[in-house]
């Protein structure tokens, strides 16, 4: 059975907060991936990580960071939350013999 | 590098119709290649997947079969349901070798009407 799980699954937050949008996988993958949505629904990849201690960026520009301390953890942070940054956030992860598997999302609201 | 393209939405369709969506691909190799499929307000799920040409994956009445000589994946049901209207996405996970990031297209919204 896949597990990823996120939290929150929905956040308002006011302007210049700082967030961590929490992400966690139980199926020992070594990739992980964050994605932001467009209303629009299309999708963007922004971070993903091969493993501990490897992040890359995406290939959209985004503000936040990411981190890959432990295996089935890959949290995203936001240091200072802007309107902008108001969006759906989708976590992944997938090792070389499956296919990805998506966490709920968390929706993000920056008012 | 890779890509996948995907018809643009949204698609409309009456109940029972026939549906389609086209995926075609770009990379080398002998990638993998999924259907997800994303309803309101939730993440993505695995809705079908092949893993080598002309193989054909199927599920809840979705099939798609890997054409590698078109290098196409396209979607089809015979009859679809007020519950399949959703996003579709197709994607592709590269083969052995290398970091393996899967790659999605942008999605095709569907929605079928009563």
């Known amino acids: 059975e896949a597990d990823i799980y996120q939290t929150p699954r929905y956040l308002v937050i006011g302007t210049g907060k700082k967030i961590t949008l929490e992400c966690s996988q139980t199926?020992?993958?070594?990739?992980m991936y964050w994605y932001q949505q467009d209303p629009g629904m299309e999708l963007h990849l922004i971070h993903y990580?091969?493993?501990?201690?490897?992040?890359e960026k995406g290939d959209l520009s985004s503000e936040s960071t990411v981190s890959r301390i432990r295996t089935e953890h890959f949290p995203l942070t936001l240091e200072s939350a802007r309107p902008s940054h108001t969006s759906q956030y989708l976590c992944?992860?997938?090792?070389?013999?499956?296919?990805?598997?998506f966490g709920q999302g968390t929706r993000l609201t920056v008012v | 590098g890779d890509s996948v393209t995907q018809m643009e939405g949204p698609v409309t369709l009456s109940e029972e119709a026939f549906l389609t969506i086209n995926c075609t691909y770009t990379?080398?190799?002998?990638?993998?290649l999924f259907w997800y499929v994303q309803y309101p307000g939730e993440g993505l799920q695995l809705l079908l997947k092949?893993?080598?040409?002309?193989d054909k994956g199927s599920n809840k009445g979705f099939e798609a079969t890997y054409r590698k000589e078109t290098t196409s994946f396209h979607l089809e049901k015979g009859s679809v349901q007020v519950s399949d209207s959703a996003v579709y996405f197709c994607?592709?996970?590269?083969?052995?070798?290398?970091?393996?990031?899967?790659?999605f297209g942008t999605g095709t919204k569907l929605q079928v009407i009563p």
């Open positions: 992944a992860s997938s090792d070389y013999r499956a296919e990805a598997f």
């Open positions: 199926m020992g993958h070594d990739k």
């Open positions: 990580s091969y493993g501990v201690n490897s992040t």
């Open positions: 990379a080398t190799g002998y990638p993998s």
């Open positions: 092949a893993t080598k040409a002309d």
């Open positions: 994607a592709l996970r590269p083969s052995a070798g290398g970091y393996q990031k899967v790659t």
